[in-house]
């Protein structure tokens, strides 16, 4: 997915409204760190809170889980995304090296007339 030159964000209302949340529940969840404003001055949240905290919401409101739960969750699922982003960078690597293997082995087969 590409990254836009201009991010938009949201404000608080538009968040609350969005996630049919109270902005009391909003000032909760970033009380426990599950977000964090982008612009604090102007309490707007970029698209990468805005996903954090939609799981948030998700998980406390779906499964009861609770803040600190929720902190874990979302903790390791960061990682797991990252650790997932790094993976696919070295299985790219990996096949890039290895097309240009074979790339020079059919090559070669050639010139030996095969």
Do not use: C, P
Request: no cysteine; hydrophobic share 40%.
């Amino acid at each position: 997915m590409g990254e836009s030159h201009t991010k938009k964000l949201m404000s608080k209302d538009e968040v609350s409204k969005s996630l049919k949340i109270r902005v009391k529940d909003l000032k909760a969840f970033e009380e426990e760190g599950l977000f964090s404003y982008s612009d604090k001055a102007r309490k707007k949240i970029d698209a990468l809170n805005f996903e954090r905290l939609k799981v948030a919401v998700a998980l406390k409101r779906d499964l009861g889980v609770n803040e600190a739960g929720i902190g874990v969750i979302l903790q390791m699922r960061e990682r797991m995304d990252k650790m997932q982003k790094n993976f696919n960078s070295v299985l790219t690597k990996f096949r890039r090296s290895l097309g240009k293997r074979l790339e020079k082995n059919f090559k070669d087969l050639e010139k030996l007339g095969w």
